[in-house]
């Protein structure tokens, strides 16, 4: 089996633009991209910006990088979408599920097979918010992304969380009793199992590991077949550095091990800070994490 070398290209597209991040992507190692629209101009409200455009429009303009990509050997395996989750905003809760079902049409263009999308969070609920409005947000939220994932061939992955470094405490979702019993419970309405799954943020989890949390691994074994994508990155548990593997405490030999024990088979994507060193090293930080990588597994795996 091929495994795959992927990296999140959000930092090349803001510098370079998105077709030329895809070219450099490739130009520097990667098999795949983790495509960004979290933030931003991701946004229909941008007047001028694609995501304010009509269907035709943003079909066009994705039509373009996908051929591009297609051209040059580079898979777009997984995208991420909207950074922010739902909150006690009625206003913002209505503009994000507009910016998620262009998300969802943005990714299915480019051919990739998961959305990345975050959970409700401690960061905007507080600390002081009830188990009760966690799910009630949560499944009032995913259960209208959802439908839209499968319309456009999808899976929605909701990713691990950490810390609330604004509260300093773990975040709700952070804790993975909370996590793996809401994904269950949504997964098990209507026919969402198929198009509700799971992405690992080994740097989340590992923050998490202060307040009691299990391991990067014990996660992913915890997850299990319904982890199917990955934003691998590292830390020293105090802050989300979004790190090079290696760099920081993270045992990856464990982590490989329950990639393996739970028979992962999709891209080792990283979801790194590029900006690390400075903007003007954002290609060949890149291209280092690429090489890392790729030395990991054929060090484990012989490929």
């Known amino acids: 089996m091929k495994r795959k070398v992927s990296i999140a290209i959000g930092a090349l597209q803001r510098k370079y633009g998105d077709m030329r991040a895809l070219e450099i992507a490739k130009e520097i190692g990667a098999d795949a991209v983790d ?4 933030c931003g101009r991701w946004d229909y409200r941008c007047e001028g910006q694609i995501y304010s455009k009509s269907d035709d429009e943003i079909i066009e303009y994705f039509t373009a990088l996908r051929r591009r990509a297609d051209e040059i050997g580079l898979e777009v395996g997984q995208t991420h979408g909207r950074l922010v989750a739902f909150h006690n905003d009625e206003e913002y809760n209505a503009v994000h599920l507009k910016n998620a ?3 969802c049409l943005v990714a299915s263009i480019l051919g990739a097979k998961d959305v990345v999308m975050h959970n409700v969070t401690t960061h905007r609920m507080g600390p002081e918010a009830t188990r009760e409005e966690y799910q009630k947000l949560s499944t009032e939220m995913f259960s209208a992304v959802i439908p839209m994932a499968k319309q456009y061939g999808l899976r929605l992955a909701t990713e691990t969380f950490g810390d609330s470094d604004k509260y300093q405490c773990v975040d709700f979702y952070g804790q993975m009793d909370e996590f793996l019993i809401n994904y269950n419970r949504i997964a098990a309405m209507e026919d969402f199992a ?3 799954k799971m992405c690992a943020d080994t740097g989340h989890s590992n923050k998490a590991m202060r307040f009691g949390e299990p391991t990067p691994a014990d996660c992913i074994r915890m997850m299990g077949k319904n982890l199917t994508c990955l934003h691998l990155n590292d830390n020293d548990t105090l802050t989300d ?4 593997p290696g760099m920081g405490t993270i045992d990856w030999k464990d982590v490989f091990d329950a990639l393996d024990e739970i028979g992962y088979s999709g891209n080792y994507n990283m979801e790194l800070h590029l900006e690390h060193y ?3 090293f954002i290609v060949e930080t890149a291209e280092f994490a690429i090489k890392v990588m790729r030395h990991m597994l054929k060090e484990r795996y012989g490929e």
């Open 35 to 38: 495509f960004d629209t979290s």
């Open 101 to 103: 079902r262009i998300d």
């Open 194 to 196: 198929d198009h509700f």
């Open 241 to 244: 550095q979004h790190k090079i």
């Open 278 to 280: 400075g903007k003007d």
